[in-house]
């Protein structure tokens, strides 16, 4: 099964912040209390694909579950088209960092994929099992379908998790570090089937990675987080041309000066191997 990838998205955006993250402030209590963000401000128009990069441990998987109504902020406000996320929005799925945690290992790998729809009842069985094989042959594993997680490479079931996610067609998707443990030749697949997606049924993508280059090479804005507590440091619009392509957009000066004005911001904090760069 062949995607249409990478097109040129069909809307632009719109200029309406659909997410919001407004003073954001998040504090762990317990015996070692933990400040993670004090004061976080940014917003992801309708139809924009922004990343989030920073370092490790500095919050970014704690701001994607606030932004997903998993846990709620200490102070400040996580909205969605201006109301309050209170709890996950029906439009909305998160890919989890930890895909060994979120695929249940009693079910083969289909019926993972299967289980985010499965309560879909505007789609018949038959539907729903096209679907499935369709994001399975779509993330490379439609051979796997009737094996178990725990027979699969970490980069495989990330991959799974992130065909479940897939499935359920969302608009909106939050992603947090997706293809981390996938190599690299993969990886370049799966950010263009993301940027084909992106063109089709969703809408809106917030992204988070360590990786500058992926980040610029997806994105519509760069937001680069600085370490804890936590502060937006620079918001950086990326202006390079759609469709992207792997060797072009990556070889363009442009791209180059992007990558430069990021990593300085990055070492102006004094972090070095959270990030790869080169
Ligand atoms: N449930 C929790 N209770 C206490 N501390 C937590 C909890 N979740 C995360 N933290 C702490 O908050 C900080 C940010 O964690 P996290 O959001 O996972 O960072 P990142 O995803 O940027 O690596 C870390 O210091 C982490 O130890
Ligand atoms: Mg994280």
Sequence with gaps: MKLERNIVREETPTGRPLLEA?????VFEGRHRVEVFQDLTFRVDRGEFVCVVGPS???????????????PPTRGRALLDGQPIASTPREMVLVFQDYTKSLLPWRL????????IERDRALSR???RARVAKYLDLVG?????EF????????MQQRVAIARALAREPKLLLMDEPFASVDAQTRAILEDLLLGLHGSFIETILFVTHDIDEAIYLSDRVVVLSRRP????????????????????????????????IALAIQSLGIGEEFTTW
């Design 22 to 26: 407004r003073g954001l402030a998040k």
């Design 57 to 71: 441990g500095c919050g970014k998987t704690t701001l994607l579950r606030v932004l997903a109504g998993l846990t």
């Design 109 to 116: 790998v289909q019926g993972n994929v299967a289980f985010a």
């Design 126 to 128: 038959d539907e729903r």
């Design 141 to 145: 594993l439609g051979r796997m379908a």
């Design 148 to 155: 178990y997680p725990w027979q699969l490479s970490g980069g």
């Design 230 to 261: 936590t502060r937006v440091i620079q918001d950086v619009a990326v202006d390079l041309p759609r469709p992207r392509h792997q060797l072009q957009t990556r070889g363009d000066p442009a791209f180059a000066k992007y990558r430069e004005r």
